[in-house]
Nanobody, 125 residues
Framework: AAVVAESGGGSVQAGGSLTLSCTISGGTFDDSGVAWHRQIPGKVCELVASISADGRVYYADSVKGRFTISQDNANKGSLQMNGLKPEDTAVYYC????????????????????WGQGTQVTVSS
């Protein structure tokens, strides 16, 4: 089975920036696309940004204009986060699963691709 691993999480003040990176080993993002989901405490799992296998890009309204997703190669993706807000505080998950779901937790019980373990992002005011 493929393994997805995130890096780059941490703590930052409001208005700051972070870049999350994601690698997949034993698999590739070329067939599935790559996505970033997040779990904000007390809220449902949210699809933040994705690039589908055919290149379509999606951003949640809450992050448009501030976050940029990229797929650097078949095995690596990243999420550049600028203008961070306290409400962006969450555990961020990289996944070869670009499904937008209406609820539930991250990672979901039914997955359409491999998920990482998540990385914490904390934004202080």
């Amino acid at each position: 089975a493929a393994v997805v691993a995130e890096s780059g999480g941490g703590s930052v003040q409001a208005g700051g920036s972070l870049t999350l990176s994601c690698t997949i080993s034993g698999g590739t993002f070329d067939d599935s696309g790559v996505a970033w989901h997040r779990q904000i405490p007390g809220k449902v799992c949210e699809l933040v940004a994705s690039i589908s296998a055919d290149g379509r890009v999606y951003y949640a309204d809450s992050v448009k204009g501030r976050f940029t997703i990229s797929q650097d190669n078949a095995n690596k993706g990243s999420l550049q986060m600028n203008g961070l807000k306290p409400e962006d505080t969450a555990v961020y998950y990289c996944a070869g699963d670009t499904q937008k779901r209406g609820g539930g937790t991250c990672p979901p019980r039914i997955k359409f691709g491999y998920w990482g373990q998540g990385t914490q992002v904390t934004v202080s005011s």
